[in-house]
């Protein structure tokens, strides 16, 4: 082979040689750059790491006091023992100045006793309980609601008070023959058990409001 | 002495010994002690008053056919009772039931009281306050004539925990 080819040849393999080096020195920088962003990456989300999670649920205790709206007419004259009737939230329940469940939640309410005024002077008498009320989908217990209505003229036995009396009667609308509740008559109520609320559905704090009045 | 002094002395001494006889309404009052319900339990406080009007008639209060008590008149008897609904009845020619919803901590007031029936008087529970109670000279009922155990509900109420 003559000088010419052997330089040539030589040449080639040189510039094979350049080639490799130079594919040698891209394959090392590729390598040293993924590192360094897969490095980056890493930090990157190291550093993106969320902050724990606060708690996020308020327990409404049991015993709170709660205001109900009674939301049907009802009659000593006809209404039935046993029968449901639909109440609703009146006042918002607060926690600590934040409101955590606004007013206008749902519920239901039981005639617990109705009797109609009869012979020989008997009076009509409805008794009225609150059973729960639908926050969130699930049911809160209410007890301590009774509304009792006597038909008689027992003047004495009016006990109409805001504040939740240890006794569970309430005594309202005195009048004789039939005893009638009208729909919007507000009642007191009390919490039966500590009900474990989300604050997401909660409003911000709001000044507490006191309206409503009790028929 | 002349006739009208002796009647008169005579009239005094009687009015003296029915005096002394009688507790006074504060002693009475007094009596009237209705304990705090036991843990987890309600109470439901049955009375009568002393008039005579239907004082013949009988004020037993039963529940599911057993007698709790009975109740004379001017007499009251206090019942334990767990959370929920009871049904409390009176007999005589006709039952009338109160329904009555006992809630833990609670106390609540049932008063018997006697109407006009076709043959005889009926009595008829009705619900009462703590005013009435307190308002009516009455003894406690004889603690032999009253069932030792608390009722239990007809319809049981669910757990309830009571905030502290």
């Known amino acids: 082979m003559s000088f010419y080819a052997g330089i040539a040849r030589a040449t080639n393999a040189g510039r094979g040689a350049q080639n490799c080096l130079h594919l040698m020195m891209i394959a090392a920088a590729v390598a040293i750059t993924t590192s360094a962003t897969v490095a980056q990456t890493a930090t990157s989300e190291a550093l993106v790491v969320p902050p724990p999670i606060p708690a996020t649920t308020i327990t409404i205790p049991a015993l709170t006091p709660v205001e109900v709206e009674v939301l049907a007419d009802l009659s000593s004259r006809t209404t039935k023992t046993g029968q449901i009737f639909p109440i609703r939230l009146a006042q918002p329940i607060t926690i600590d100045g934040r409101v955590v469940v606004p007013a206008g939640a749902s519920g239901e309410g039981e005639v617990l006793d109705a009797r109609r005024s009869g012979l020989g002077g008997a009076s009509g008498m409805l008794m009225l309980i609150a059973h729960n009320l639908m926050i969130d989908g699930r049911a809160l217990r209410l007890r301590s609601m009774h509304i009792g209505q006597t038909g008689e003229d027992h003047s004495k036995e009016v006990a109409v008070s805001g504040a939740v009396p240890i006794v569970g009667v309430f005594v309202m609308f005195i009048k004789g023959g039939e005893t009638q509740v009208a729909s919007g008559t507000r009642a007191m109520a009390k919490t039966a058990e500590d009900f474990v609320i989300s604050p997401v559905n909660a409003a911000a704090p709001k000044p507490s409001t006191t309206e409503g009045t009790n028929q | ?164």
Not at chain 2, 17 to 27: D, F, H, I, K, R
């Open chain 2, 1 to 164: 002495m002349t006739p009208i002094v002796k009647r008169a002395m005579l009239r005094a001494i009687a009015l003296c010994a029915v005096l002394s006889s009688t507790p006074s309404l504060a002693e009475d009052a007094a009596q009237q002690v209705v304990p705090a319900p036991p843990a987890g339990k309600g109470e439901v406080v049955f009375f009568r008053s002393g008039t005579l009007i239907g004082a013949a008639i009988s004020c037993a209060v039963h529940e599911n056919g057993a007698k709790v008590s009975s109740l004379p008149p001017g007499h009251y008897f206090v019942l334990a009772a767990e959370p929920g609904k009871h049904a409390y009845s009176v007999k005589s020619e006709a039952t009338d039931t109160l329904n009555v919803q006992v809630e833990s901590g609670e106390v609540q007031y049932v008063s018997c009281h006697v109407k006009m029936g076709i043959m005889a008087g009926r009595p008829v529970l009705g619900p009462a306050s703590e005013a009435d109670f307190k308002a009516k000279s009455l003894k406690a009922v004889d603690a032999s004539k009253t069932a030792p155990a608390a009722s239990a509900p007809t319809a049981p109420a669910a757990p309830v925990s009571l905030a502290q």
